[in-house]
């Protein structure tokens, strides 16, 4: 894998930090929340300082490979669930987030490291289920247990259905692909089996005039070389009479 893969995650990141700064600054200073607003913070300068650390990497050219591609984005859902944890747990609604690494390790990652990482992602939504820090929402906010082990239930199998569904289009994506680069690479060699073909028929052609030329001269000194022997052996035969 090269680093174009590497490029794209970090711009992913860098939109990702601007996201969560500006809703955390909004929360807490324009809706006037209670979070824990500097926990919060510091979770996205840790996340600022890997960032930077990748454009490092990618700087210098650095193969990215699946195990790293794997680490990155295991490092992104455990950053996410450290803020979700700060902010409500699974009732906050930006935990919807957590699919995106999924789609990304779908599309590029063989579907060992995407299962790995839909595991992780769902024991994190567990632990976080049962230990998080709750939103002080400024008024009575009470759901049913029913409702609780519903939207639990909703984000393990949309996490399960978005990682099949994400692999199975990417694959077939990418067999695709193949398959085009397959037909350019034949296309190609086609291409150049002519022209070597019309390279051939051309250095034909400018040897086929003077070597007729030459098979001509070396008729005329055939014919030329006989005459002059017929002519000798006649005078023999006069003589001779």
């Known amino acids: 894998m090269n680093t174009v893969l590497l490029a794209n995650l970090i711009k992913i990141r ?13 929360v807490t200073y324009i809706f006037n929340y209670s979070i824990p607003f500097f926990e919060s913070i510091f979770v996205v300068f840790f996340s600022l300082l890997i960032n930077i650390l990748s454009y490092f990497l990618q ?20 950053q996410l669930i450290a803020l979700i944890y700060l902010t409500g747990g699974i009732f906050n609604p930006f935990i919807i987030l957590i699919l995106a690494p999924i789609i990304i390790s779908a599309s590029y990652l063989p579907a060992f490291w995407t299962i790995l990482l839909s595991l992780y992602s769902i024991s994190l939504i567990l632990l976080i ?16 247990p029913i409702y609780n082990e519903g939207i639990l239930i909703a984000l393990i199998i949309t996490i399960i259905f978005i990682a099949i569904y994400a692999y199975l289009f990417a694959s077939s994506a990418r067999k695709i692909s ?15 089996t002519t022209e070597v073909a019309y390279l051939s028929a051309a250095a034909v052609h ?11 001269v070396l008729d005329d000194l055939v014919n030329e070389k006989l005459f002059l022997t017929n002519s000798f052996l006649m005078k023999d035969i006069e003589l001779l009479k």
């Open 14 to 26: 860098w939109l990702a930090i601007l996201g969560q700064l500006i809703t955390l600054l909004v």
């Open 59 to 78: 700087k210098n050219n650095s193969t990215l490979t699946y195990k790293k591609t794997f680490l990155f984005l295991i490092f992104d859902i455990t």
């Open 129 to 144: 289920n049962i230990y998080f820090i709750s939103f002080n929402w400024n008024q009575t906010f009470i759901t049913p």
């Open 178 to 192: 193949s398959a085009l680069s397959e037909a350019k690479l034949q296309l190609s060699n086609q291409k150049k």
């Open 206 to 216: 400018e040897l086929s005039t003077p070597l007729n030329t030459i098979f001509l």
